[in-house]
Every structure is written in structure tokens, then in C-alpha cells.
């Protein structure tokens, strides 16, 4: 089977000057996380949105270290997310997801995952959804999140995910500011009706797309329906911050794998 990798790019758009989103892409280590800090702490004059940004940061780090320290493509996400939960010393709570590019049995390669709350991604496979990642809640708008020096809230309660990819499948991995205002249906004919030449990237164009609906007042959304099947009335988008990860599955012909430079850390947007 031909060696394969991930090309990786991402777009944030934040719901006010900084946001609450974080995200990185190491290139070397084949690894994407992305992360939400749950906005309640700014009640309490908390940044809500350096928890996770030191938790990315912290995340970026396990990724490089643990590939400099394991065979190739043996990124453990679940590692990852226990070294930077245990490392990230700011006082908040975060939904986190980090998916690492994996070698299988029988010369296949997997994408493995650890999440967290909300935030997740999908892997779209000639114009259809083949893979999604389930959301993990207590209820409505009520995620599963990692919590600073909480034993309730930390990396063990994180679902381990793991699903098989192919060359020229495209990984979506996002904050619920993507997911709660796009269907998989409308992100699967942004994914396919993209061309290459356009004036945007992908991830800016599926933010872009996000951050319309999330402004709407009529157009019925994910969270909408979510809503009303909680019992609750609501109508329209969701204005919140929008991070979206876009991942290439391409041959590999570098000479050597995993590909060397060019990380994405975007985590002090």
C-alpha cells in the first residue's frame, strides 16, 4: 500500500477580539487538536479562552515529543491529552479533541482519536460522509470538558476513537461553532463542490459558511434541531466561535514519512 499523509490547513473566526477556540497542526508528528474554552468563566472575570489555548500549546508539545519517541505513526492522541491536561495550569474548562495519523495492521492507515465534549471531526470519502465523531454531553449544550485540577473533569473520561482512511479522503475537524450551524449534508457539498483556485482555502470557506448560518434568524441549524428535541424553543443559527481543521489523506513521497517541517499552531488566535 502506498505510504500516505495529512496536509493540513485551518481558519478561525472568533466570536469577539480573541476568542475562546484554539487549535494546532504538526506536520512531523501527523497530529490535529482543536479545542473549545467554555465561555461561563468569564463571569468570574476568567479568560475563557486561555485554558484552552495553554492546553493546545501543551498538546502541540506532547505530539512533537512523543513522535520524536515512537515508531512512526504511533502518536497515542490519548497521551497527548493526559500530558496536556496534566501540564495546562490556567484556571477554565475546555472541550478538546486531538486526532492522530496512525499506522494499522496490514499496511492501512487509521486515524486515532481522543475526545472530549463537542468539538470532533468527520471524513468525507467521494462526496459522503463514511465517519463522525460522537458528540459526548451531560445534556443539551452541556459537553463533557477537561476542568483545571479536576479528577471529575480530566483526559480519563475522553472516548478513544479509531477509523480506517484511504488516499483522497478529507478530515473536517472543528469546534461545535462549525457542527452547530452545519448539517453534515451541507458540509459534505462545501467539501465537494470546492475547487482549488478559489480566492479562499477550504477551512476559511467552511468557516465562512458557519459563521453566515450562526447569524441567521430563520434558517433552521443543528442546534435548532438539537434544541427542540431538548424541549426547547429556539430558532436560527448559534453565534459562536468557529475553528475548522481541514485535512488532506495524499501519497507520501518525501523520502522519509511523517514529512518533516511546516506545523500549523494557531492556538493564540
Known amino acids: 500500500m502506498a505510504k500516505l499523509k495529512m496536509l493540513a490547513e ?45 492546553l493546545m500549546r501543551n498538546a502541540y ?27 495546562t495550569a490556567e484556571m477554565g474548562s475546555s472541550t478538546a479533541c486531538i486526532i492522530s495519523f496512525a499506522a ?28 463522525r465523531s460522537p458528540v459526548q454531553q451531560h445534556s443539551f449544550n452541556f459537553p463533557y ?7 471529575k473533569h480530566s483526559h480519563r473520561q475522553a472516548a478513544e476513537l ?17 457542527f452547530d450551524n452545519l448539517f453534515a449534508g451541507d458540509i459534505e457539498r462545501i467539501v465537494g463542490d470546492y475547487c482549488m483556485d478559489s480566492m479562499f482555502s477550504l477551512s ?9 448560518r450562526s447569524r441567521e434568524t430563520t434558517t433552521v441549524s443543528p442546534f435548532q434541531v438539537a434544541a427542540n428535541e431538548a424541549g426547547i424553543r429556539y430558532v436560527g443559527g448559534k453565534l459562536d466561535d468557529i475553528t475548522v481543521v481541514v ?22 488566535c
Open 247 to 268: 485535512a488532506y489523506v495524499v501519497p507520501d513521497t518525501s523520502s522519509s514519512y511523517g514529512g518533516g517541517d511546516g506545523d500549523v499552531m494557531d492556538v493564540d
Open 104 to 131: 494499522a495492521p496490514v499496511g492501512k492507515m487509521i486515524l486515532r482519536a481522543a475526545n472530549v465534549g463537542d468539538s470532533g471531526f468527520m471524513v468525507i470519502r467521494g462526496g459522503g460522509t463514511v465517519y
Open 61 to 87: 508539545a506532547a505530539a512533537v515529543k512523543e513522535y520524536r519517541h515512537r515508531p512512526i505513526f504511533q502518536v497515542d492522541p490519548k497521551e497527548v491529552l493526559r500530558h496536556a491536561f496534566l501540564n
Open 145 to 151: 470538558q477537561l476542568e483545571y485540577s479536576s479528577e
Open 204 to 212: 476559511e470557506t467552511l468557516a465562512r459558511a458557519a459563521h453566515g
Open 162 to 178: 479509531a477509523v480506517e482512511v484511504e488516499s483522497g479522503d478529507v478530515v473536517v475537524a472543528g469546534t461545535d461553532g462549525l
Open 10 to 54: 485551518s481558519y478561525y473566526i472568533p466570536k469577539n477580539e480573541t476568542g475562546d477556540d484554539a487549535t494546532f497542526f504538526s506536520q512531523s508528528a501527523q497530529v490535529i487538536g482543536v479545542a473549545d474554552g467554555v465561555g461561563g468563566w468569564s463571569t468570574e472575570g476568567i479568560d475563557a479562552g486561555e485554558y484552552a489555548r495553554q
